[in-house]
C-alpha cells in the first residue's frame, strides 16, 4: 500500500505560515533565490525521486502551485539542483475537492468525495509513495483524519509568534529521524501513531 507524505516548512514555535505575512521567516521562499545548503537541496530532490503523485487541494492548484514550478523547470532546465521543478510537473497530480474545478493542468484529475475516502482509494492504488505539501488547512485535515503516514517537517530557525499551524489538538507522533543542516533548517520526521 502506498504512503502519504506530508512536508510542511514550519516556525521553531510551530506554525506553517505567520500572521504578519511581510516578516520573513523561512530559510527559502520558494523563490529564485535558493538559499538552502547543497545537501539540503539533495535530499529535497530525492523525495520527489520516490513519489509518482502530489496531492493538493483546490486552494493550492488554483492558485498557483503547478504553474509556479512549471516556470521555475523551464528557467532551470538544465540545472541537477532543480530538478524537483521538472518532476513536479511529470508526475501525476490529484486534487481532492468537493467543489467543481476543471483541471487545466497536465497529468491533473480531480477526485471529489470524502477526504478520507480520497485518500484511501490513492493508497490502495499501485505505485509509489504520494506528497502533499498543505496548506495549513488541507494538511489539518489529512492529519485530524489520520490520514498522514509520514509527516516531514522543515524546521526553520526563526520565531514567529503567531500563525496558522496544522494541529488542533493532541497529536502522538513516532520519531523516525532528523538531520539538522548548514543552513539552518532541521528536518523531523515523524510517523502518525495509529489510533
Not at 29 to 40: E, I, K, S, V
Not at 107 to 121: E, I, K, Q, S
Not at 182 to 188: E, K, L, T
Request: proline share 6%; net charge negative; aromatic share 10%.
Amino acid at each position: 500500500m502506498r504512503r502519504l507524505i506530508l512536508q510542511m516548512q514550519m516556525s521553531v514555535d510551530g506554525f506553517v505560515s505567520a500572521h504578519a505575512a511581510d516578516t520573513p521567516w523561512q530559510v527559502w521562499n520558494w523563490g529564485p533565490d535558493w538559499t538552502w545548503d547543497a545537501r539540503l537541496r539533495q535530499d529535497f530532490n530525492a523525495t520527489f525521486q520516490a513519489i509518482d503523485t502530489i496531492l493538493l487541494s483546490r486552494k493550492m492548484a488554483e492558485e498557483g502551485y503547478l504553474e509556479h514550478w512549471a516556470r521555475t523547470a523551464d528557467q532551470h532546465r538544465d540545472d541537477p539542483d532543480w530538478a524537483f521543478a521538472a518532476r513536479i510537473g511529470e508526475v501525476r497530480k490529484v486534487v481532492a475537492t468537493n467543489r467543481p474545478i476543471e483541471p487545466r493542468w497536465p497529468r491533473t484529475t480531480v477526485r471529489p468525495g470524502a477526504l478520507p475516502d480520497t485518500v484511501h482509494a490513492l493508497k490502495h492504488e499501485d505505485g509509489r509513495d504520494m506528497i502533499c505539501f498543505g496548506g495549513a488547512g488541507f494538511a489539518g485535515a489529512l492529519i485530524a483524519e489520520h490520514l498522514v503516514d509520514e509527516l516531514q517537517l522543515y524546521i526553520n530557525p526563526a520565531a514567529v509568534g503567531a500563525g496558522e499551524a496544522i494541529f488542533a489538538g493532541h497529536c502522538p507522533l513516532i520519531h523516525l529521524d532528523s538531520r539538522a543542516y548548514d543552513c539552518g533548517v532541521v528536518i523531523h520526521r515523524y510517523a502518525m501513531r495509529p489510533v
